[in-house]
């Protein structure tokens, strides 16, 4: 059993009262909660005093990453806990921030712990990624990603589980951010804005469509940008080709080695 001890911790005022369930979480994270994702990181969900909370558990990081975390850039679940405020300051919906929790060992930070209010909401992914998907949802989906990068928000993994998504009694799509520590605040050029866009989707049909209303939303050509998006796409696959065809290689090799 690894030994860490305590590093950062911080909780939102709002939720005090999850003050020792914080606390705790590093020694009941693996004992505790309802799983509902399972990858690079782990989610699950808690009850605190009749309210659902949602604890992520990031991967750990490799030696240079918790050098990298530990003196010169801020952790994957602080950077979560700051950004969510500050995306809901420029105006778009983000699960609350609760805490986040940075243990170490041997004075190098080793796991770390964000924890946000629950959103049950779907992702967009069940309503757009099907061949007779929602033009409206799309078109206000193309009107959100606008105002986002008007507002100077680059979500870091723009994808369409990252976007959850309801309707209002007029019928207009709402959505909310999910997965946000990777993002960055700037004022992107037309350049930054379509690679922000490129990891929508891999479907053809729903990504020239979303092209084209962002780009008619901005006063940009949407036929040329919807051609420079799908040169980007060809790009982007091809990279994505030649990195599992490295790393089927490396596999193979590795498992030649083997006694």
Known sequence: MIHSTLRKQEVAAPYAFARQFVDCLPQTFNQEGDEIYTGR????????????????RFKRPNIIQRIAYSFFKPSKA????????MIR????????????????????????????????????SKLLRRPDFSHKAATDLALFIVKLHQKGVLHG??????ILYEQDPSGN??????????????????KQCLQNMLRLSH??????????????????NADETVATMMRMLDKFEERLR?????????RNRQASTRP
């Open 173 to 190: 799509y709402l959505f909310t951010l999910i997965d946000t520590n990777r993002s960055t605040f700037c004022q992107p050029n037309r």
């Open 203 to 220: 479907d053809r049909p729903l990504l020239s469509f979303v092209t084209a209303r962002y780009a008619e939303a901005r006063g940009w």
């Open 89 to 124: 300051e420029r105006g778009f919906n983000t699960p609350h921030e609760v805490a986040f929790v940075e243990m170490q060992q041997h004075g190098l930070m080793l796991d770390s712990y964000f924890v946000s209010a629950a959103c049950m909401l779907p992702p967009l």
């Open 242 to 250: 030649r990195k599992s065809k490295i790393k089927n290689a490396v």
């Open 41 to 56: 990181n782990t989610v699950k969900t808690y009850n605190v005093d009749g309210t659902t909370l949602v604890a992520k």
């Open 157 to 162: 993994d723009l994808n369409l589980t990252n």
């Open 78 to 85: 602080e950077r979560a806990y700051r950004f969510a405020k």
